[in-house]
């Protein structure tokens, strides 16, 4: 079937977000929000309304029974601490639990609306939250206090290495660099990336020391709605919710650089960060089915009996999704986890991998991200293969896909490539009839890969009917304080007229 796929391409990601040193995975940023948390979450849920029905009124007139798929990236929802506290928004309900209430009563309203057959999948990106109910007491408190200080002991020793000497100067990086999000010390040792002694490899150990022990805890997660018409029954919509197994280490930031008398130090900059807080653990062990006993998997069956799996940012990286494939009550799964029509990744700096593709024969893969460009290679080493905005069909990372990328530049820092904020989007698909192998963890990366092209001629007849995306940009009244480099744009795969 030839659906609709709409990416909202915005960047999501903490303003000018800066690694401590070339290809560190320690960033630093300031997140954006408006103070007041309802006010913020609020004017999030309209901008996405917003986005969605510019979205849907752009697209239709598409006609037949086709689903229509609307995607947001990873932290859409995040406050000016970036997870959002433990309190109480409106009638009892924490933030997750106000944003999934309000967004399924928008969505119902507008569902009033659908033509006949009319069918949408959306999925709202993700959700930070946290333990804490007051931010501002827990970072007055000693524990955050300690290692801060023993942080900056070895940011100053890093600063004066690097001969830097005010915060501006690790901003210079002459083009885009690939942080290394998750890789092991012993390999960034191994790559030359840390000297052994020297103040990167301090730094690197106090944060593996703090990241296992953990002073609150952050939650990741999201929500896929279905809403369509039903005939005499009206419209139906329903919703579902996951979370984010894997933590990045630029899920948070490291806080905010500052400048003191001449030296750089580090601040928590009223966030909380990567060296306070840690995900919780989510195993897989069993599959990952979505259903009443396992509210929060990743493997959702909705109500046209889809299968779709919802895979954020580093949980693509690290093959969550490809990891149950093929896992069965009959060999002792807690459900069957069947092949996907859909592997949706909403990310923050991720983009679609040969090994990580899970979909079943024919499905989709569709990455909505909001925090890089798409690149040749995803590694420290790959290049953009899109310069600035536009979009382009090629193999890349073993995939072939058509891929869209928006590039906002800062006012007043035109020259200067390391402000620029990136977002992207990528849609392909399985190429011929052959289901994936279930994964062997000893082999790891090198399982069956979800084929997404015929190697003798390089292309996908699934994927070539569809035109290159409508890129349309997006600008609303006050959303600058709700995201560093605005409202980005819809990103629209349709197929070509016959």
């Known amino acids: 079937m030839n659906n609709t796929y709409t990416a909202w391409a915005l960047f999501t990601g903490p303003e000018l977000p800066t690694p401590l040193w070339k290809n560190s995975r320690w960033i630093t940023g300031q997140w954006?929000?408006?103070?007041?948390?309802?006010?913020?979450?609020?004017?999030?849920?309209?901008?996405?309304?917003?986005?969605?029905?510019?979205?849907?009124?752009?697209?239709?007139?598409?006609?037949?029974?086709?689903?229509?798929?609307?995607?947001?990236?990873?932290?859409?929802?995040?406050?000016?601490?970036?997870?959002?506290?433990?309190?109480?928004?409106?009638?009892?309900?924490?933030?997750?639990?106000?944003?999934c209430s309000s967004l399924e009563g928008r969505i119902k309203t507008i569902s009033q609306e659908f033509a006949p057959q009319e069918s949408w999948i959306i999925c709202a990106g993700s959700v930070l939250t946290c333990n804490i109910p007051d931010v501002k007491e827990f970072l007055g408190s000693e524990g955050v206090k300690n290692r801060l200080e023993k942080l900056n002991q070895e940011i100053s020793k890093l600063s004066k290495k690097l001969g830097y000497k005010t915060a501006n100067d690790f901003k210079t990086s002459p083009t885009y660099i690939k942080a290394l999000s998750y890789p092991s010390k012993f390999d960034m040792v191994k790559s030359g990336a840390l000297p052994v002694g020297e103040p990167e490899?301090?730094?690197?150990?106090?944060?593996?020391?703090?990241?296992?022990?953990?002073?609150?805890?952050?939650?990741?997660?999201?929500?896929?709605?279905?809403?369509?018409?039903?005939?005499?029954?009206?419209?139906?919509?329903?919703?579902?919710?996951?979370?984010?197994?894997?933590?990045?280490?630029?899920?948070?930031?490291?806080?905010?650089?500052?400048?003191?008398?001449?030296?750089?130090?580090?601040?928590?900059?009223?966030?909380?960060?990567?060296?306070m807080a840690n995900y919780p653990s989510i195993s897989i062990i069993n599959g990952d089915k979505n259903t009443g006993n396992a509210p929060l998997a990743a493997r959702i069956t909705v109500i046209n009996k889809q299968e779709i799996g919802v895979e954020i940012c580093l949980d693509h990286r690290l093959e969550r999704l490809r990891r149950t494939v093929g896992m069965t009550k009959e060999n002792g799964a807690a459900e069957d986890n069947p092949p996907l029509n859909l592997q949706l990744i909403p990310s923050g700096g991720m983009q679609i991998l040969e090994e990580s593709v899970a979909a079943g024969a024919s499905g989709a893969i569709f990455n909505s991200d909001g925090c890089d460009p798409v690149l040749d290679q995803y590694n420290d080493k790959g290049t953009p293969?899109?310069?600035?905005?536009?979009?382009?069909?090629?193999?890349?990372?073993?995939?072939?896909?058509?891929?869209?990328?928006?590039?906002?530049?800062?006012?007043?820092?035109?020259?200067?490539?390391?402000?620029?904020?990136?977002?992207?989007?990528?849609?392909?698909?399985?190429?011929?009839?052959?289901?994936?192998?279930?994964?062997?963890?000893?082999?790891?990366?090198?399982?069956?890969?979800?084929?997404?092209?015929?190697?003798?001629?390089?292309?996908?007849?699934?994927?070539?009917?569809?035109?290159?995306?409508?890129?349309?940009?997006?600008?609303?009244?006050d959303n600058h304080s709700l995201f560093a480099a605005g409202l980005g744009a819809l990103h629209i795969y349709r197929v070509k007229e016959r």
């Not at 609020?42 to 598409?62: M, N, T, V, W, Y």
């Not at 039903?230 to 984010?244: F, H, L, P, R």
């Not at 963890?441 to 996908?460: C, E, F, I, S, V």
Request: hydrophobic share 30%; aromatic share 12%.
């Open 32 to 99: 954006n929000g408006i103070e007041e948390l309802k006010t913020d979450i609020d004017a999030r849920i309209d901008r996405l309304i917003e986005s969605f029905k510019k979205c849907r009124k752009q697209i239709s007139g598409s006609g037949g029974s086709l689903t229509n798929y609307f995607v947001v990236p990873e932290f859409y929802f995040h406050c000016t601490y970036g997870p959002y506290p433990m309190i109480e928004i409106e009638d009892g309900q924490l933030p997750y639990e106000y944003i």
């Open 201 to 275: 490899a301090a730094i690197d150990a106090l944060m593996v020391e703090f990241r296992s022990d953990p002073l609150c805890t952050v939650r990741n997660r999201g929500i896929l709605f279905s809403a369509s018409f039903s005939g005499q029954d009206g419209t139906s919509v329903k919703s579902w919710q996951y979370e984010k197994q894997n933590e990045s280490t630029v899920d948070l930031t490291m806080g905010k650089l500052v400048s003191i008398n001449g030296a750089c130090e580090l601040e928590h900059g009223n966030m909380i960060t990567e060296w």
């Open 385 to 477: 293969i899109i310069i600035g905005s536009g979009s382009v069909k090629q193999i890349a990372c073993g995939v072939y896909a058509i891929s869209a990328q928006t590039m906002v530049k800062i006012p007043g820092q035109e020259t200067r490539p390391e402000h620029d904020y990136y977002c992207h989007s990528q849609l392909c698909f399985r190429y011929g009839a052959d289901e994936l192998d279930g994964y062997n963890n000893a082999l790891g990366n090198n399982n069956k890969k979800g084929q997404t092209y015929d190697p003798a001629n390089q292309n996908n007849p699934s994927l070539d009917v569809y035109f290159p995306p409508e890129m349309t940009n997006l600008e609303y009244k």
